[in-house]
């Protein structure tokens, strides 16, 4: 029988570097933990000047406070709850006034709860395409501007590969995420006349503390190692990996489209 080997980590100071992100204005939704925490400590890597929502306070005031020694821009985040748009869209309009225009969006926040499909009421359908899907089309529509006035800019999404499994228990979550790469191909053919990319980052099942406590049984976990073809978890770093060179001008050419990190899950 063949061993099997997992890849490697790569270390923080052999990573790839993207000289276009450096001093780039980039927002990141769902920024203080997770894959978002991951995104926001890549990009102040990078150089880039970083805002970020969370309705995690304590949490993104940490990273905050962890990221901002020897950061080139100390990363800024303010709370809010992207349920409501109209706070949504005066939060945007305030990290544009103090640092300008959007040019980097990364649509990362959401909330995967499970659900029983008889147990779903009309009021926690809405609830969860707002938390799922709603906010990311109004932060797009709030950036636009300021990328087509800068001649250009990226809006990234954070899709799910749960939908292309059709897991259980999370009906509502893979309507959303399954609703998003429909929305990115149409926003990255409304927008990509004003030089705007748009696509999708399609993570598997990630490394974070919430999936290890929603994945608290082994016998789940390895049943997914066992459908991957890569056999280790895929890690916050590695998202964010993926999202840096889609950022970057070196993907100058890559839009509409779904690209996975997902260490083949099928």
Known sequence: ???????????????????????????????????GEALVTGFVAQGARVSFIDVAVEASEALVERLTPGAAHAPRFARCDLRDIDALH????????????????????ANDDRHEVGTVTPAYWDDRMAVNLRHLFFAAQAVAPSMKAA????????????????LPDIALYQTAKAGIEGMTRALARDLGGDNIRVATVVPGGIKTPRQDALWHDDAETNRMLAAQCLKARVLPDDVAALVLFLASDDARMCTAHEYFVDAGWR
């Open 1 to 35: 029988m063949t061993d099997i080997i997992a890849p490697k980590t790569v270390p923080a100071d052999q990573r790839a570097r993207y000289p276009s992100l450096a001093g780039k204005h980039v927002l990141v939704s769902g920024g203080g933990s997770g894959i």
């Open 151 to 166: 001649g250009g800019g990226v809006i990234l999404n954070l899709g799910s590969i749960s939908w292309h499994l059709a």
């Open 90 to 109: 005066a939060t945007i309009a305030g990290f544009e006034a103090e640092s300008g225009g959007i040019d980097v969006l990364v649509n990362n926040a």
